[in-house]
């Protein structure tokens, strides 16, 4: 544990929930990744996350104290998850963050990693790193400036530029997500790649997605195929894809960027799923889990812990929980599929 950070409280877990088969779904497939989103707060107003019809409040806060974010991750990892991602709303408006990463690290055997926008990373980067933070995924939709605040509604591309700098001077491997929207920032791609190539940064380029009144329609959709396609014309050379390292790596086919140490990935989420081998959950920062990202049901887990509720009750609920998860998305069926909750509530 790091002396820089105050310890939380250490609650024996039964030896029942230190169990060697591990957590599955109803349909058997291990899940191995937890994503927990610890605020829905955010400083940036991307187009593609917020509901295009109006504002949000994000002032509200946290649900989940910092405690509370640790007792229930210490929970998922007796049942077998190995690896957690913390996201938002921008993490990094939590000041207890720190707290919170150095109370899950020792847990995952410090396979803790966050999703950022960047705009504060700078000056955290190192006390994150402190804390056992393992690498950082850095939203980025835009190489300039202009298009950059288009997408977010705020004029701040270099401070991510100057967080992504931190993050490699800290020691953290670091990557760059971008959504790609048609007509938005499709012009964007190749001079991202530049970057990735020039830095030596992975970035992966992922399908824009229908969440609730973010105004998604098949005019702005972007498939993995037409971007790779973008790609491998604006380098003017094939991409050599690289083998599947595991799951826990992330759902990215990842190319190799000729002439450099970067990688450029694609998420192909709706035009060629990945729902067969998915290896996650998600936690929302109001304690509830979802199984399933287009899952209507969400069970709380919150309340229960506040009620004192055992490790066994919990890991009950949990497994109980995941035998519903969905065997795929609604579009592998036809359908258009949405979120009744904003990807800022259930972690991006």
């Not at 001077?169 to 991202?192: E, F, H, M, S, Y």
């Not at 020039?198 to 973010?214: S, T, W």
């Not at 229960?304 to 995941?322: F, G, W």
Request: aromatic share 4%.
């Amino acid at each position: 544990m790091c002396p820089f950070f105050p310890s939380l409280p250490q609650t024996p877990m039964p030896r029942m929930l230190r169990v060697r088969d591990g957590l599955a779904d109803g349909l058997g497939r291990a899940i191995t990744y937890l994503r927990v989103s610890v605020t829905e707060q955010c400083n940036l107003a991307c187009v593609y996350c917020k509901p295009r019809t109006g504002c949000l409040r994000t002032d509200e806060a946290p649900a989940m104290s910092r405690n509370e974010v640790v007792q229930l991750v210490r929970v998922f990892v007796r049942l077998g998850i190995r690896k957690v991602r913390l996201t938002g709303g921008e993490p990094l408006l939590r000041r207890d963050l720190e707290t919170i990463i150095a109370g899950i690290s020792p847990e995952v055997e410090g396979r803790v990693h966050l999703t950022t926008n960047g705009i504060h990373l700078a000056r955290r980067a190192r006390a994150l790193r402190d804390a056992g933070l393992a690498g950082v995924n850095v939203s980025l939709d835009a190489a300039d400036r202009t298009t950059f605040k288009r997408l977010t509604q705020r004029d701040g591309l270099g401070k991510v530029l100057a967080g992504l700098e931190a993050a490699r001077a800290a020691g953290l491997k670091a990557k760059l997500n971008t959504v790609v929207l048609r007509g938005w920032n499709d012009d964007q791609i190749i001079p991202l790649v530049r970057l990735a190539q020039r830095e030596g940064f992975q970035i992966r380029f992922i399908e824009f997605m229908p969440y609730r009144e973010n105004g998604w329609d098949k005019a702005q959709f972007m498939p993995a195929a037409d971007i790779l396609q973008t790609i491998q014309e604006g380098l003017g050379a094939d991409l050599e894809e690289e083998p599947t390292i595991g799951l826990e790596e992330g759902p990215a086919r990842l190319f190799r960027i000729p002439g450099s140490a970067g990688r450029v990935g694609v998420i192909s989420t709706l035009s060629a799923d990945f729902c067969d081998r998915c290896n996650r959950v998600r936690l929302t920062s109001r304690g509830e889990l979802k199984a399933c990202l287009f899952g209507h049901q969400a069970v709380d887990l919150l309340e229960p812990l506040r009620n004192h509720a055992s490790h066994e009750d919990l890991a009950q609920l949990i497994r109980q929980t995941l035998i519903e998860k969905l065997d795929c998305h609604p579009m592998r069926r036809g359908d258009t599929p949405s979120l009744t909750q904003g990807m800022w509530q259930v972690g991006g």
